[in-house]
């Protein structure tokens, strides 16, 4: 079962060959592309919290689900199951010619950037209770996850089990999140459509959401 869900990664891999999505791929995996998006929820957090004790507790928590995510996948799971990359196996090495001549030398079990974005998502989706920004941060995500698949850096399994633990890491930071934000400061609620259910400013979240299109833009433009 696990093999042929794997088979298909590899057989989407091995059929593509295109430099348009070359490029898109090797843009969106590189995490500096995205440094304008992680600004702009900083930003936001920043502008949507009354105090610098908030803030500094926001902040600290999306830390905390990445950092469950990162250091599960690459400092636990990766060296104990030592499972190859796809893009370091004979099959794909002689048959593909991977993009970006990507061949990272770590392990590929689970994929810490399915995990990261997916903990981030889970994180802000819950965090700030917009539609709209929930639907572009798991978007984000899922687009992450196809470049690694795409690269040749994970199986199929690799990123599946990346985002379950992902969904993990951000649900649990959330939730003790709030078990701190009851600490420090009073429950509100906000019916107001200028603001989401948990009190952020829709115009903020309005940024955010131009700022993840503009840099998906940026990824396509080269090949316009």
């Known amino acids: 079962m696990i093999e042929a869900i794997d088979n298909i990664g590899i ?10 999505l070359d490029h898109i791929a090797l843009t969106m995996t590189n995490a500096w592309t995205w440094v304008p998006l ?5 930003i936001l957090i920043i502008k949507n919290n ?4 908030q803030i500094m507790v926001c902040f600290g928590f999306a830390i905390l689900c990445v950092a469950l995510a990162s250091l599960m996948a690459n400092v636990v799971v990766k060296p104990m199951v030592e499972r190859p990359r796809p893009c370091n196996t004979p099959e794909v090495m002689f048959v593909s010619q991977i993009a970006g001549n990507m061949h990272s030398k770590d392990y590929s079990f ?4 399915a995990a990261n ?5 889970v994180f802000f989706a819950l965090l700030v209770k917009s539609t709209a920004l929930s639907i572009v941060l798991f978007v984000w995500s899922l687009t992450n996850c196809w470049t690694r698949l795409y690269l040749g850096q994970h199986y199929l399994t690799d990123i599946l089990a ?3 633990w992902g969904i993990i890491a951000g649900g649990v ?3 003790l999140l709030r078990k701190v934000f009851k600490r420090i400061s009073p429950s509100s609620h906000f019916v107001s459509s200028q603001y989401t259910k948990s009190g952020y400013s829709q115009l903020d979240v309005d940024t955010v959401l131009s700022v993840f299109i503009l840099t998906v833009a940026y990824a396509f433009i080269p090949n316009l």
């Open 117 to 121: 974005t997916m903990a981030l998502a």
């Open 50 to 53: 009354d105090n610098m004790q």
């Open 11 to 20: 057989e989407w891999l091995l059929g593509s060959d295109s430099s348009i």
């Open 38 to 42: 992680y600004v702009a929820l900083l």
């Open 110 to 113: 689970f994929s810490s950037h």
């Open 173 to 175: 930071s959330y939730i």
């Open 162 to 164: 990346g985002m379950i």
